[in-house]
């Protein structure tokens, strides 16, 4: 003797399943901040998210800041909450540009997220990364 069970499935349930949540404008998951706190050092202060939606503006600041930037520059990452490969090969970018052009890159990593991706790129993408924004000014002064 066979048991079957029936489930089902009221209309709200299948509402919530299949509704989608509506994409927030990408200058509200990432902020960039472009400052320049000694006459020697550019730094770019990074806040949000890093991902599909939002790395043609990580891209844009990034790279432009650096066609006016000091000799040193300094991409705070501390409050990324989201990185993804494409912001890696943004940062590569960034570090090939300071190469040809004799500036200095430095990273403030901090978030698991940053970390981990440039832990699993450590054999083809090396950076140098200070553990905080202070000691990457100061070391850099």
Do not use: Y
């Not at 509506?22 to 400052?35: E, N």
């Amino acid at each position: 003797m066979s048991t079957v069970i029936a489930t089902h499935i009221t209309a709200t349930q299948t509402k919530r399943r299949t509704a989608t949540a509506k994409r927030p404008d990408p200058a509200a998951r990432l902020r960039v901040s472009v400052t320049q706190p000694g006459k020697s050092v550019t730094l770019c202060a990074v806040a949000g998210e890093i991902d599909q939606f939002t790395i043609e503006d990580f891209r844009r600041d990034l790279i432009g800041c650096l066609n006016t930037a000091a000799p040193a520059v300094v991409v705070d990452l501390s409050l990324v909450t989201f990185f993804c490969v494409s912001g890696l090969r943004v940062l590569t970018e960034a570090r090939e540009w300071t190469g040809h052009t004799g500036r200095t890159l430095r990273l403030v990593t901090g978030p698991r997220c940053v970390d981990r991706l440039l832990e699993l790129a450590s054999d083809t993408a090396t950076f140098d990364i200070a553990p905080d924004r202070a000691t990457a000014l100061r070391d850099i002064a």
